[in-house]
């Protein structure tokens, strides 16, 4: 198997710090570095679609949730784990660009919905699309039985940080 820089790295410990264990680098290190390369191949596809991916994350999440496409700010909230201010400043910025619209819940006076309109909605499945395909490209170094195994392993990582909050 080829090496990389973090296999480099990992030698230079080795050769430097042999006392340490340096393991634990070879997989932080590398999906450190990987974020570096897949984060700009991401925004370059929002970015064709004159969207960040702090806007895509709204738009996508409101898609999922299913006709008729609307959630309220809290509910947003949840779904990405994102501040207040900053949830509010990408719905402004949304529907600026009317790709969103807010409207008065009926039922409480001081309620928002958020709901994407018909040019978000054909906006989100342009880009979800996208997003699909090019993840796929990113990915294609592996094969299916790979990726499943990565996705597990992976899903116990991120579950032993966000069990607790």
Known sequence: MKT??????????QLERPDIDASPM?????????QGHISPALQKIFAELGLNPGEFDVIATLLRSGKPYTLTPNQLLQSMMLTSGAMTNRIDRLE????VKRSADPNDRRGVYVSLTPKGAELANRAVEAHVINGAKILDVYTEAERETLAVLLRKLLRSFEEGE
């Not at 990389?4 to 410990?13: E, F, P, R, Y």
């Open 96 to 99: 600026k660009k009317g790709l």
């Open 4 to 13: 990389d820089k973090v296999d480099h790295i990992l030698t230079q410990w």
């Open 26 to 34: 070879a997989i932080l290190g590398r999906i450190g570095r990987l």
